[in-house]
């Protein structure tokens, strides 16, 4: 059954997209955080690996008392599509703190907004998707944007963009899975199996790198879980109270949120190029997701 409502009122759009700007800012707030914990922190940075845990153990311990309320079913679950998503997923956020400790936030979350992209060109083997004209000029163009970005061969090029690139990569094959999960799952067990999966995994990959985190970094890291979860529940609310295509173009304020983060704290400045290369990818992301809408629109028609 399809518990969203079947209209939305201009107050239920407004609260919507205040709900996804808020959103916008705590996740923009988890690089941040990511940054202050690394090498750009100062002394006694924490490896990748650890903030990863730090972000995943601390959102299964905000979760906990809203699963012992709520009790979800594990009835039918598709374990191996969770088991994929659940590596994915860590694989990828580790990945974009790496990338955010070591190069401005602002082009470390671009780069990460190619994940549409990757995840329309893995929907052709792996959903059967076809992809039309539309989408793969979406898709060159945010190469492109890309490519602006890390500006590959030019004195300009950091190595760490790759790593931000990968991240990309991880994501957009998570949203595969997400969307494959989706259709037959509810919500609550989907975040359930994320986060407490995820917390065992991303805690075995960081005992190998291990340091004793000092008691501000102990602080952070569970700001960091704490803000996670909050951004998956705000997205989702958002998702509730407006449609789709109009809430969704708002999620990329999270740039502009990280900019602003990292001019206040460490006095980075976007250069031209990163701003050029972000329009790019954000202009490709939203016209795969408006051509995705009039494609479902189409099937719903024809069915």
Known sequence: MNDRPATHSP???????????????LLAGTTLIAKMLGPAGGENPLHPFQISAGRF???????????????????????ANHVLRVLFGWAGVSALFAASGLMRLADANAISFLN??????????????????????????????AMIIVQPGSAAFQPIALVALVAAMFMGAEAI??????????????????????????????????IAPTSVQWMLMATL??????????????????????VMPFFYLTLIFAAFYDYVLFAE?????SWL???????????????ERINRRTRDFMK
């Open 11 to 25: 107050k239920d759009a407004a609260v919507a997209v205040g709900l996804m700007v808020l959103a916008c800012a």
């Open 57 to 79: 153990c601390f959102a299964a311990l905000v979760l906990t008392p809203f699963l012992a309320a709520w009790r979800p079913s594990f009835a039918g679950t598709r374990w």
């Open 116 to 145: 549409p992209v990757v995840a329309m060109l893995l929907s052709i083997p792996l959903l059967g998707e076809k992809v039309g004209p539309w989408r793969w000029g979406a898709a060159a163009v945010a190469f492109v944007g």
């Open 177 to 210: 899975l997400i969307k494959k999960l989706a259709d037959s799952e509810p919500p609550l067990r989907i975040l359930a199996i994320n986060n407490f999966a995820g917390a065992a995994l991303a805690a075995t990959a960081a005992s190998f790198v291990w």
């Open 225 to 246: 879980g704490a803000a996670m979860i909050s951004v998956q529940a705000l997205f989702i609310q958002a998702l509730r109270r407006g449609e789709a295509s109009f």
């Open 269 to 273: 400045v976007p250069a031209l190029a």
């Open 277 to 291: 290369g972000a329009a790019l990818i954000i202009a490709s992301a939203i016209t795969i997701a408006w051509r």
